[in-house]
């Protein structure tokens, strides 16, 4: 049951709005394989946390350019994006869960550490661009999760308190992420089962899909 104190949703994106985490762990075990670099799945679920910038550091070195970074980075959210791009679809419920909040006034943020292709890719796919009050993006952080920046962020660009603010996420840095920022937290349980997620957080709420959620 949604709480009537609750005046924003903010959603994570990957794993949140779209069951895609498969396509960017294969994505990113490809565009490696490409530069002749070998990890273990083990290596990637330790390594993969944070905004682009960070992440690439952590498998090529801490030699990059900045602009090298970059590059990398374009190479690798491209490659997602193709391999994505057909199986694109909302979780089941989303959209018109979405609908109905809006229909209640309740303001609507995004919380990403995707870059703002992905995030047109994604919003402009599924069509819900015009549910979003505020919008950030992995650029727009200098610290990925779990640090709360990006969900305080997104409050401050709703003009709402953090603890207005009901989260929607799907990855144990998310969550602990919005939880960081005061936030009540919908657990996700496409990246993680259900009892993975219990085992991890004392969440009131967690869902498979957006046809479970009640106002």
Same mark, same amino acid.
């Given at each position: 049951?949604?709480?009537?104190?609750?005046?924003?949703?903010?959603?994570?994106?990957?794993?949140?709005?779209?069951?895609?985490?498969?396509?960017?762990?294969?994505?990113?075990?490809?565009?490696?394989?490409?530069?002749?670099?070998?990890?273990?799945?083990?290596?990637?679920?330790?390594?993969?946390?944070?905004?682009?910038?960070?992440?690439?550091?952590?498998?090529?070195?801490?030699?990059?350019?900045?602009?090298?970074?970059?590059?990398?980075?374009?190479?690798?959210?491209?490659?997602?994006?193709?391999?994505?791009?057909?199986?694109?679809?909302?979780?089941?419920?989303?959209?018109?869960?979405?609908? *109905?909040?809006?229909?209640? $006034? &309740?303001?609507? %943020? !995004? #919380?990403?550490?995707?870059?703002?292709?992905?995030?047109?890719? =994604?919003?402009?796919?599924?069509?819900?661009?015009?549910?979003?009050?505020?919008?950030?993006?992995?650029?727009?952080?200098?610290?990925?999760?779990?640090?709360?920046?990006?969900?305080?962020?997104?409050?401050?660009?709703?003009?709402?308190?953090?603890?207005?603010?009901?989260?929607? *996420?799907?990855?144990?840095? $998310? &969550?602990?992420? %919005? !939880? #960081?920022?005061?936030?009540?937290?919908?657990?996700?349980?496409? =990246?993680?089962?259900?009892?993975?997620?219990?085992?991890?957080?004392?969440?009131?709420?967690?869902?498979?899909?957006?046809?479970?959620?009640?106002?």
């Amino acid at each position: 049951m949604i709480s009537p104190l609750i005046k924003a949703f903010i959603f994570d994106m990957d794993g949140t709005l779209i069951h895609n985490m498969e396509y960017h762990q294969l994505a990113f075990f490809e565009f490696l394989k490409r530069h002749t670099i070998s990890i273990t799945e083990a290596e990637y679920e330790q390594k993969n946390k944070g905004t682009i910038t960070e992440i690439i550091p952590r498998f090529f070195g801490d030699h990059l350019s900045h602009e090298q970074i970059t590059e990398l980075g374009e190479e690798k959210e491209t490659l997602y994006r193709e391999m994505y791009r057909p199986h694109l679809k909302p979780i089941e419920g989303l959209i018109e869960f979405l609908e *109905e909040a809006k229909n209640k $006034g &309740i303001r609507i %943020a !995004l #919380a990403t550490m995707g870059d703002q292709k992905n995030v047109q890719f =994604t919003l402009a796919g599924l069509r819900i661009q015009h549910y979003f009050d505020a919008i950030v993006s992995g650029e727009e952080v200098k610290q990925g999760k779990p640090h709360p920046e990006v969900f305080q962020s997104a409050a401050a660009k709703l003009s709402v308190s953090p603890d207005h603010c009901l989260a929607f *996420e799907d990855s144990v840095s $998310g &969550i602990t992420a %919005a !939880l #960081a920022a005061n936030m009540q937290v919908v657990g996700i349980a496409t =990246t993680h089962t259900p009892e993975e997620l219990r085992a991890l957080f004392q969440l009131p709420t967690i869902i498979k899909t957006y046809t479970e959620l009640h106002w």
